[in-house]
């Protein structure tokens, strides 16, 4: 079965400071990749996705993720953080060839401290 | 566009009680899907339609009934609400992507609405 792993449950960084958030996933071939971010009482905003290609994705606000096929990671970074960024923080994967059926991980709490 | 639209956005019920809950994209998506997502949990699939007329089952499919007469509405129903049942409910929509539309530069990422929050006393 398909899943998808963010070990971290909570983070809490320094403003300023850099950021990676984790995520591994388990599937046969490659997935699309996605992080998505959520604000308190938000839904959820999508910061960057990957398909094929160029393994280093570039996104909103800052934020860029790489994918690395040998771990089946796709984490997340930040080279400074905001006090902004506070938020939770999802990783999901979307199966190709199956209508397109997401599967998100359990999210990361992001603290960002003055 | 108004992309993904929840309504209600938070609602109590009695145990016992039915309702819908509503979703509505005008993005012509055929994939559409609802969530539940608790504490802990991260975001857990309830049901999913890939098209009118076409529901199945996720993760966590009981308690609740979908159908998906048009393609732009996707309403989640409660028949007999449960106290296990609150939660936020998110509604999300996407294109069916097929891998060499996607490398053509399609996109095929979810939109969620603003989620419904639900608690049942």
């Known amino acids: 079965a398909q899943s998808v792993t963010q070990p971290d449950i909570h983070i809490t960084v320094s403003e300023g400071a850099s950021l990676e958030l984790r995520c591994n996933y388990s599937?046969?071939?490659?997935?699309?990749l996605f992080w998505y971010v959520q604000s308190p009482g938000q839904g959820l905003q999508l910061l960057l996705k990957?398909?094929?290609?160029?393994?280093l994705v570039q996104g909103i606000k800052g934020f860029e993720a790489e994918f690395k096929r040998s771990q089946s990671s796709f984490n997340l970074r930040k080279p400074s953080v905001h006090w902004s960024d506070a938020a939770e923080y999802f990783c999901a994967v979307a199966v190709p060839n199956t209508g397109n059926q997401f599967y998100f991980g359990t999210g990361t709490s992001l603290t960002v401290i003055p | 566009n108004a992309g993904v639209t929840q309504t209600p956005k938070f609602q109590v019920l009695k145990t016992g009680q039915s309702m819908t809950l509503q979703c509505a994209q005008d993005m012509n998506h055929e994939y559409m899907s609802w969530y539940r997502q608790d504490p802990g949990m991260g975001l857990r699939l309830i049901h999913y339609?890939?098209?009118?007329?076409?529901?199945d089952q996720g993760e966590v499919p009981n308690g609740y009934n979908v159908s998906r007469s048009t393609t732009e509405d996707f309403p989640l129903r409660l028949l007999s609400a449960a106290p296990s049942q609150t939660s936020v409910y998110f509604c999300?929509?996407?294109?069916?992507?097929?891998?060499?539309?996607?490398?053509?530069?399609?996109?095929?990422?979810?939109?969620f609405g603003q989620g419904t929050r639900l608690t049942v006393v």
């Open positions: 599937y046969g071939a490659t997935p699309y």
């Open positions: 990957y398909f094929s290609g160029d393994t």
């Open positions: 999300a929509s996407s294109r069916v992507g097929t891998p060499s539309y996607l490398v053509a530069g399609g996109n095929t990422e979810a939109f």
């Open positions: 339609s890939v098209g009118a007329g076409i529901t």
